[in-house]
């Protein structure tokens, strides 16, 4: 298995709504990311974990609440969202510290 | 702080022009260089990479030299296709020393390919 995934691929809810989005690799990788990418920007990092544990939140507002619950598994629950807050969301794993990343598809997030 | 400039796009050319797409970073200590590309609607694929001052990336007839001394990192192709339409980000990382690495992108550049 050499890929990333993520479900779900597209996600509407409101304002008062509370989501889970998830994203798997069995690739035996140990570093795991969250992005968020608005139309035509780039990624932009918001969290990083690194051997379960997070290593770098990125002034990331609470209403995004990181979990990773064993090493092939990361999901990124949601709360309280506002709008701007809709946007691709990526999730990426890399082998270690020196290892390129390898991004998942993406969940494309709405929030009316 | 660290950076990444792109050259702006979109970028519109013919199958079978040269490509270049030109990228310059500003980064104290010494990154590892990156190309991404992204089609419509998927994430982001690696598209090539390098570690070192003049290591040349390759992959799929694309290719990007490391130079410290310009601190650039242009991606070239020498005869683009329909299918290279995408969107091509360049990007240094770093290693966090809390563990994992983190990418510090450029804009991004839309290239569309005609026949």
């Known amino acids: 298995d050499t890929e990333v995934t993520q479900t779900p691929k597209h996600l509407v809810m409101g304002m008062t709504n509370k989501k889970s989005l998830k994203c798997e690799q069995h690739?035996?990788?140990?570093?795991m990311y969250w992005y968020k990418q608005k139309a035509k920007k780039p990624p932009e990092l918001m969290f990083v974990?690194?051997?379960?544990?997070?290593?770098i939140n990125e002034s990331v507002p609470s209403r995004f609440s990181p979990e990773c619950p064993n090493s092939s598994l990361l999901n990124l629950h949601l709360h309280a969202l506002q709008p701007e807050d809709s946007a691709l969301y990526l999730c990426?794993?890399?082998?270690?510290?020196?290892?390129?990343?390898?991004f998942g598809p993406g969940t494309r997030l709405t929030v009316l | 702080g660290d950076s990444v400039t792109q050259m702006e796009g979109p970028v519109t050319l013919s199958e079978e022009a040269f490509l270049t797409i030109n990228c310059t970073y500003t980064?104290?200590?010494?990154?590892?260089l990156f190309w991404y590309v992204q089609y419509p609607g998927e994430g982001l694929q690696l598209l090539l990479k390098?570690?070192?001052?003049?290591d040349k990336g390759s992959n799929k007839g694309f290719e990007a030299t490391y130079r410290k001394e310009t601190t650039s990192f242009h991606l070239e192709k020498g005869s683009v296709q329909v299918s290279d339409s995408a969107v091509y980000f360049c990007?240094?990382?770093?290693?966090?020393?809390?563990?994992?690495?983190?990418?510090?992108f450029g804009t991004g550049t839309q290239l569309k390919v005609e026949l």
């Open positions: 990426a794993s890399s082998r270690g510290q020196s290892n390129e990343q390898f």
């Open positions: 690739m035996g990788h140990r570093a």
């Open positions: 974990y690194s051997y379960e544990k997070l290593s």
């Open positions: 980064a104290t200590g010494y990154p590892s």
């Open positions: 390098a570690t070192k001052a003049d």
């Open positions: 990007a240094l990382r770093f290693i966090l020393t809390g563990g994992g690495n983190k990418l510090t």
